[in-house]
């Protein structure tokens, strides 16, 4: 029973276009939602987070964006640069844990 | 702030053999967590501790494994006759009481269990 699903294993897109990476979810007693960012060999990296009680989040190039009545909820990346290439996770928490969806694999292409 | 650390960074034993990995938080956090993550798959939860109580426990985490943080500080995770699907990366993290959904991880510790 997979409580958060990124349902794309990839995305590739153009240096300097717009990256747009989904996630879904059940539960709705999550609290928290996240992005993490990993390269092979490392642990995640926080990116950027959002409360259930808001709907959109904003962080320099990075805007993550929660839809409450569809459990849906996406990171927007303005613009893509090639160091974004990466695996990225969204979680949720509830209360104490994360739960991690599978991830998606990005690639900006110069 | 040197960040989350783990020791070692990779492992490879032998089947039955007993491994133990060891988890620096950040210092000022009072939670520690412990996650496992298989190829393909986002990192799952095995259990966490707020200051040295172990407070959850995953149902992942068999009675093969143990984890402790004696003093509120660094933690350990053993697994006791390793099986080749324990096979993973695991991964610590840590975060402050007040701003416990937002964890910072360490680099994992990767085992290979022959």
């Known amino acids: 029973d997979q409580q958060v699903k990124q349902n794309s294993p990839s995305l590739s897109v153009q240096e300097g276009r717009i990256s747009i990476l989904n996630c879904d979810y059940t539960?709705?007693?999550?609290?928290?939602f996240l992005w993490y960012k990993k390269y092979p060999a490392e642990g995640p990296t926080f990116l950027i987070s959002?409360?259930?009680?808001?709907d959109k989040n904003e962080d320099g190039r990075f805007t993550v964006f929660l839809n409450k009545s569809a459990k849906h909820l996406s990171l927007h990346i303005v613009p893509s640069q090639p160091g974004d290439s990466a695996v990225y996770f969204c979680a949720a928490s509830a209360p104490s844990k994360l739960t991690f969806g599978k991830g998606i694999t990005l690639s900006v292409r110069p | 702030d040197t960040g989350v650390s783990q020791n070692p960074r990779h492992k490879i034993t032998k089947r039955g053999q007993n491994v133990t990995f060891r988890c620096d938080p950040i210092?000022?956090?009072?939670?520690l967590y412990w996650y496992r993550q298989t190829l393909g798959q986002g990192p799952e939860f095995l259990t966490y501790?707020?200051?040295?109580?172990?407070?959850?426990k995953s149902r992942l985490l068999s009675d093969r494994f143990s984890a402790e943080r004696p003093k509120g500080s660094f933690s350990t995770l053993e697994i006791q006759r390793t099986e080749q699907g324990d096979s993973a990366m695991y991964l610590c993290?840590?975060?402050?009481?007040?701003?416990?959904?937002?964890?910072?991880f360490g680099p994992g510790t990767r085992l290979l269990v022959l």
């Open positions: 539960n709705s007693m999550f609290d928290y």
């Open positions: 501790f707020q200051n040295e109580a172990q407070l959850e």
């Open positions: 959002i409360s259930s009680i808001k």
């Open positions: 210092s000022e956090h009072n939670r």
């Open positions: 993290a840590s975060s402050f009481l007040n701003r416990k959904e937002t964890q910072y």
